[in-house]
């Protein structure tokens, strides 16, 4: 008993200094911090968007434990970057201690406004000051700054968003999302400097959004355009002579222009294009990262393409790349690549045609159930709904259909429904090894009024398949066994290469 009643004020006597401790236990700052970089860059951003928080980690090599007197910013409260050391924040701090062999991470954010400069684009630079005097050690800030025409809805005076009639659910109660009408001095977008949108931008009825060659236009989380009965689009992209610049090439995309975010999926809403909507033109775009890259509902009373789509990219959408639903859609030389469901789903019937297109998805961020392409006469969000239509004509010419699943195509046919389609010279990956659709006629490769000259499972031999590059390289069975009529339909391939002699399916010519 006397031993233990010894322990506990030994205890507690332990715990009691060590609580009172000293900072004479700390030696000054020599100047030997080391770092994980020599300079911090701040990926671009737009002016008056907040970058993404980046670190710095600072290490103490030395045998002692070490005080910093001070971390700053050389440009002081002025400065638009933003520090955070050891869970404080702030843009100046005083004796940091930092243990032997230790670290600490400084993380670092900014926020520019470019309008008291009147630039469109500015390098902001700053530095991160540790110690001073002869001991004093910088580490460099950068980042670039671009300024944009930004889009957005009004707020109200309740403090609510502008927002647009989408409709009426079934009890008569209106459907609305977070937008705004594109004014008429709005309705010309240009290569001259970047759209960065919020909410859904709109296109009113007799109105015209032209997106002329070379445009960038980036898109908040859900985010999209809408064109609405009566609207159109004009997306007019032309061919550009530098493969990675993509200089004349129109691009849609998220807002967040940090590297580790250019490949992230689902990063905005959709390119919508509402019944009634007519005359959409698109050529040379790339949309990338969208929920659904492009949304086509069609109407009744038009008869007319309700797009026509060329020389044309989608790829990583996290649900559907390109999704036509009951309407009219005629595209030539198309790449439409990962998606989390379907790379090209057509449903609800309509009239398609697509020449030279290449539909492959390599899909790998999750478990992807759908096929790369699907058709049905049904409706794919409610299939037990009755408002399914007829499929007049769903035509692939010189086409490829693949994937890193074993079936990239399925067909489903509402009873009664007209189910019209044809697959003529055209790379089918389709491979029914638990024989489970066996006897179905909708698979019935041999019927040469559906099946024309298609290469079952053949290999597709893309240079960089889950990588979104799907041209061909050499060993491709792709190569040269397209149908010439069709070639001369589309003379030029994706990248402008004549593919008149000895066509290769899919978008790209080898």
């Not at 970058?51 to 600072?58: D, E, G, H, P």
């Not at 990262?289 to 009373?301: D, F, K, M, R, S």
């Not at 079952?456 to 069975?477: H, K």
Request: glycine fraction near 10%; proline fraction near 4%; hydrophobic fraction near 35%.
């Amino acid at each position: 008993m006397r031993f233990l009643c010894a322990s506990l004020v030994l205890l507690c006597y332990l715990v009691c200094f060590t609580s009172c401790r000293k900072d004479f236990d700390y030696a000054p700052s020599s100047g030997q911090l080391e770092f994980s970089k020599d300079t911090v860059f701040l990926d671009t951003v737009f002016t008056n968007i907040g970058s993404s928080t980046y670190s710095l980690k600072v290490y103490n090599r030395s045998s002692r434990d070490i005080k910093i007197p001070t971390i700053r910013l050389a440009g002081g409260e002025n400065s638009q970057y933003r520090l955070n050391v050891d869970g404080q924040a702030g843009k100046s701090f005083n004796d940091i201690p930092l243990f032997s062999g230790d670290s600490l991470y400084v993380f670092i954010e900014t926020t520019y406004d470019l309008a008291p400069i009147g630039q469109d684009e500015f390098l902001y630079t700053d530095q991160l000051l540790f110690d001073e005097g002869v001991y004093e050690q910088r580490i460099p800030l950068v980042t670039l700054v671009r300024d944009a025409v930004f889009l957005y809805p009004a707020t109200l005076a309740n403090g609510s968003r502008e927002s647009l009639l989408l409709g009426l659910d079934e009890e008569g109660r209106e459907l609305r999302i977070t937008g705004f009408l594109l004014e008429d001095d709005e309705l010309r977008f240009t290569k001259e400097k970047p759209y960065v949108i919020y909410g859904y931008a709109a296109v009113g009825s007799g109105k015209v959004l032209t997106v002329e060659a070379g445009t960038r236009v980036h898109f908040h989380k859900e985010s999209g355009i809408l064109v609405g009965t009566g609207g159109s689009i004009r997306v007019e992209g032309m061919l550009s002579e530098d493969r990675d610049l993509m200089e004349n090439e129109v691009v849609f995309e998220g807002d967040r222009l940090e590297p580790e975010f250019s490949e992230v999926p689902g990063q905005w809403g959709t390119l919508w294009l509402a019944p009634g909507s007519i005359d959409n033109e698109i050529s040379h775009l790339t949309l990338k990262n969208a929920t659904v890259g492009i949304l086509v509902e069609g109407h009744p009373e038009s008869p007319a393409p309700t797009l026509s789509l060329s020389n044309t990219q989608v790829y990583n959408s996290s649900a559907v790349n390109l999704w036509g639903r009951n309407t009219s859609i005629e595209g030539e030389n198309l790449v439409l690549g990962h998606a989390g469901n379907h790379s090209l789903l057509l449903d609800r019937g309509g009239s398609y045609r697509f020449l030279h297109t290449t539909i492959a998805n390599y899909w790998r961020n999750g478990f992807r159930t759908g096929s790369a392409l699907k058709i049905t006469t049904y409706d794919a969000v409610d299939r037990e709904n009755s408002t399914g239509g007829d499929l007049l004509q769903a035509d692939f010419l010189n086409c490829i259909t693949d994937g890193n699943t074993s079936r990239e195509l399925s067909l489903d046919q509402r009873p009664g429904s007209d189910f019209n389609f044809f697959f003529s010279h055209v790379l089918l990956k389709f491979n029914d090894s638990s024989g489970e659709l066996a006897g179905n006629p909708l698979y019935d490769f041999s019927d040469t009024s559906r099946y024309l000259n298609v290469f079952l499972n053949a290999e597709a031999g893309f240079t960089a398949p889950f990588r979104n590059d799907f041209t061909l390289g050499p060993q491709s069975e792709a190569l040269g066994v397209g149908d010439p009529d069709t070639a001369q339909l589309v003379p030029l391939d994706l990248l402008g290469t004549d593919r008149t002699q000895a066509p290769s399916l899919g978008a790209y010519q080898q």
